[in-house]
T-cell receptor, first 111, second 115 residues
Framework: EDQVTQSPEALRLQEGESSSLNCSYT??????LFWYRQDPGKGPEFLFT???AGEEKEKERLKATLTKKESFLHITAPKPEDSATYLC????????????FGTGTRLTIIP | GAVVSQHPSWVICKSGTSVKIECRSL??????MFWYRQFPKQSLMLMAT?????????EQGVEKDKFLINHASLTLSTLTVTSAHPEDSSFYIC???????????FGPGTRLTVL
């Protein structure tokens, strides 16, 4: 069975304190790993798509990386507005457009 | 990224009534749309997948007669919650993919409260 596990469940950082969120996966036939940001009461906002081990994507203070077993979302010098829940999801197999989500990491940046 | 809208953003209804939620892809043709339900502090739960012009595929445990999904065009899908009850109160989110997008783009969500 395909599994996606995110850690930690919650993370509190001081403003400017860099850290990483983890998404580990056990799937057959990965067709993409996706990172989303979700603010309370809103739908998820797309951040990155990664397809193969070694791939990296960057956007402002965020950088996503991928290995054969896990993905990291690195946050450099975060600001309070980076506070949100970060969701990782995978697409598996051909002819299947569904995403399997992890449970998310709730990130709080303290000013 | 692509833009997906939902309407209404919130709705309050009486028990036993039906509620329709619209999901629109504004700047791309969505061959596939998805409907999710999210409980407080939990991740998204996929309810159903719909392809334009086809019947929706429901996830196990989701009542197809209660949650009616129509995907009549490449830019519009609707979710109708029939004979709503308080336990149907939740946050409903749609997403869309298609065209040259491999990603799913999400709408802003609809908060349904059934009294």
């Amino acid at each position: 069975e395909d599994q996606v596990t995110q850690s930690p469940e919650a993370l509190r950082l001081q403003e400017g304190e860099s850290s990483s969120l983890n998404c580990s996966y056990t799937v057959s036939g990965l067709r993409g790993l996706f990172w989303y940001r979700q603010d309370p009461g809103k739908g998820p906002e797309f951040l990155f798509t990664l397809y193969s081990a070694g791939e990296e994507k960057e956007k402002e203070r965020l950088k996503a990386t991928l290995t054969k077993k896990e993905s990291f979302l690195h946050i450099t010098a975060p600001k309070p507005e980076d506070s949100a829940t970060y969701l990782c999801a995978v697409k598996v197999g051909f002819g299947n457009e569904k995403l399997t989500f992890g449970t998310g990491t709730r990130l709080t940046i303290i000013p | 990224g692509a833009v997906v809208s939902q309407h209404p953003s919130w709705v309050i209804c009486k028990s036993g009534t039906s509620v329709k939620i619209e999901c629109r892809s504004l700047d791309f043709q969505a061959t596939t749309m998805f409907w999710y339900r999210q409980f407080p502090k939990q991740s998204l739960m996929l309810m159903a997948t719909s392809n334009e012009g086809s019947k929706a595929t429901y996830e196990q445990g989701v009542e197809k007669d209660k949650f009616l999904i129509n995907h009549a065009s490449l830019t519009l899908s609707t979710l109708t919650v029939t004979s709503a009850h308080p336990e149907d109160s939740s946050f409903y989110i749609c997403s869309a993919s298609g065209g040259h997008y491999n990603e799913q783009f999400f709408g802003p969500g609809t908060r349904l409260t059934v009294l």
